[in-house]
């Protein structure tokens, strides 16, 4: 999360709202990554994982600091999707 690159991507997450619902949130990792052909049980599961903590609010310090690693953890985890792996 300290690269330039990655923190454009945050911040552009960022920009789609004052907060996220996980739907949305991985879809929109998704497409930061450029992941965009993950099969809908990779999503469902992704969603679940991002489901944990709820809505997804980048409004103060302590929840953006949470934002970016969540976010952080999101990429890891798509690039480690076969579909990642095969685009």
């Not at 690159?5 to 930061?32: H, T, W, Y």
Request: glycine share 10%; net charge negative; hydrophobic share 35%.
């Amino acid at each position: 999360t300290d690269l330039s690159g990655v923190q454009d991507m945050i911040n552009r997450l960022m920009a789609r709202g004052k907060s996220l619902f996980p739907e949305a949130f991985v879809d929109g990792c998704s497409d930061m990554v450029g992941c965009t052909n993950i099969t809908e049980d990779t999503r469902r599961e992704l969603v679940t994982h991002a489901q944990r903590g709820g809505e997804l609010r980048h409004g103060t310090a302590a929840e953006r600091t949470d934002f970016t690693r969540k976010c952080s953890e999101m990429f890891q985890m798509l690039a480690a999707t076969g579909e990642f792996q095969f685009c």
